[in-house]
């Protein structure tokens, strides 16, 4: 049991480049989500999926885009870096419902856009 | 919108000295509120939470009690260990989205 996988753990872009940043589960766990770790404000939620095909904003979702085809995966997409988007990047995992508080996080991506 | 506001640190206490870390929050509805912990270079883990008004979570020594007439979590340790530093992230739930306070680095040392 792998819990959750985060790759790459450290990338360099160019401004205007583009990347994804894959996260994986294999604890079957139907609530997924992404956060950036910026210094002095903490966590702050980018998007999530409670399944399979249904995704949703968060606070901060300009300039990222993601996608849920299964359960296991949720990938995060940067259309085009920009140097405001350099962050520790961080995905969790949960049950549904009112499991939902057990948030299993992965070890985090370290993004620097120059 | 709903938000957490939690003391800013960093924090440094000797071996054995009582922990205290306040955090205060902002909701429309009945938040479930928690504590995470993050050690260097890892992600977060939950510490502790309360789904509730007057719930007390407890872990590892760690306690919190949910105040609604305050909007209060604080967290407390009567001996912190240097195993405890960490940061620490004060956090709530409202419906599928999470909030996080900005986080208080604790050092201990011996």
């Known amino acids: 049991n792998a819990g959750v996988t985060q790759t790459p753990k450290f990338q360099v872009l160019k401004t205007g480049q583009s990347m994804t940043l894959q996260c994986a589960q294999d604890?079957?766990?139907?609530?997924m989500s992404w956060y950036r770790q910026d210094p002095g404000m903490g966590l702050r939620l980018i998007h999530y999926s409670v399944g399979a095909g249904i995704t949703d904003q968060g606070e901060v979702p300009n300039g990222y885009n993601v996608s849920r085809s299964t359960t296991e995966d949720f990938p995060l997409r940067l259309l085009s870096a920009a140097p405001s988007q350099t962050s520790v990047y961080f995905c969790a995992s949960s049950y549904p419902g009112r499991y939902q508080e057990t948030q299993y996080f992965g070890p985090g991506t370290r993004l620097l856009v120059l | 919108g709903d938000s957490v506001t939690q003391m800013e640190g960093p924090v440094t206490l000797s071996e054995e000295a009582f922990l205290t870390i306040n955090c205060t929050y902002t909701?429309?509805?009945?938040?479930?509120l928690f504590w995470y912990v993050q050690y260097p270079g890892e992600g977060l883990q939950l510490l502790l939470k309360a789904t509730k008004a007057d719930d007390k979570g407890s872990n590892k020594g760690f306690e919190a009690t949910y105040r609604k007439e305050t909007t209060s979590f604080h967290l407390e340790k009567g001996s912190v260990q240097v195993s405890d530093s960490a940061v620490y992230f004060c956090a709530l739930r409202a419906g599928n989205q999470f909030y996080f306070g900005t986080g208080t680095s604790l050092t201990v040392i011996p």
């Open positions: 604890m079957n766990h139907e609530y």
């Open positions: 909701a429309t509805g009945y938040p479930s």
